[in-house]
């Protein structure tokens, strides 16, 4: 059983992130995998899981958030193994600081390496990042400008909009992946779906060809206009 857990989406599900869990447990279910998805709400133990799914919120809910996973096994669990896809604020909690509104420091749970302060404007709008040679498309609505350690590796290289800094976006650790791309990411990318799959599931998957596929290219096409 692929147990997926959405942590908080009463807090982190501003931005329709928790269609990441549908995505995933849809394309577990049309290669045979049996799954489940366990919304783990703010009053909820974090449960085991093979893989935690953080969504996008506002600055509030956002500290709440922390705040909360810090005093809870989460932490724990992931340095045991379990692994994480992160988007926007679920990637900024994640680092060891973050600013939010007013420009106040927050500590977030330190499992990467990753600072982010509040940049002078927000970033809206197409967020395209070059991920292992293909095209993550999204959008993305943050204050966020995000620095990386030393050691930490970027999830891709920023094409359209701003990710992290402009320049890169998101991370990629061995335990937690991380991007600032909405949309669902996972819907609107098939391909990196299936690899955030395989990584939870811990096996290469076989194609599965959907529509999503097609919408994908589209989309792809449309934005390298
Ligand atoms: N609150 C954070 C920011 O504005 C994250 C926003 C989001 O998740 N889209 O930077």
């Known amino acids: 059983m692929l ?11 501003t931005y329709g992130d928790g269609g990441n869990a549908m995505v995933l447990a849809e ?39 922390a705040d909360l996973l810090r005093a809870s096994s989460f932490a724990a669990r992931v340095r045991d ?7 926007c604020a679920g990637l900024q909690l994640l680092g060891t600081s973050f600013c ?9 749970l330190g499992l990467v390496d990753a600072t982010t302060a509040r940049g002078e404007t927000r970033s809206v709008g197409e967020l395209v990042v070059r991920v292992d040679g293909r095209a993550l498309a999204g959008f993305e609505n943050h204050g966020g400008r995000t620095t990386l350690g030393g050691d930490v590796e970027a999830l891709g290289v920023v094409e ?9 976006d998101g991370f ?14 996972l819907a609107m990318n098939p391909w990196f779906a299936d ?8 096996r290469e998957l076989e ?9 994908y290219e589209e989309r792809v096409a449309a934005l390298a206009r």
């Open 3 to 13: 147990t997926i857990a959405l942590i908080y989406p009463e807090l982190l599900g």
């Open 27 to 65: 394309r577990a279910r049309r290669r045979g995998f049996e799954s489940e998805i366990v919304d783990v709400g703010i009053a909820d133990e974090v449960p085991d899981a093979a893989i935690y799914l953080l969504g996008g919120g506002e600055d509030g809910p956002q500290r709440l958030g």
């Open 81 to 87: 193994g379990i692994f994480v896809f992160a988007v």
């Open 100 to 108: 939010v509104e007013g420009d106040d420091e927050y500590e977030g």
């Open 160 to 168: 359209v909009g701003r990710g992290n800094n402009g320049v890169v």
């Open 172 to 185: 990629r650790t061995p335990a937690i992946w991380a991007t600032y791309a909405h949309g669902p990411v």
């Open 195 to 202: 690899k955030v799959l395989g990584r939870a599931l811990g």
């Open 207 to 215: 194609p599965l060809v959907t529509v999503a596929d097609q919408l």
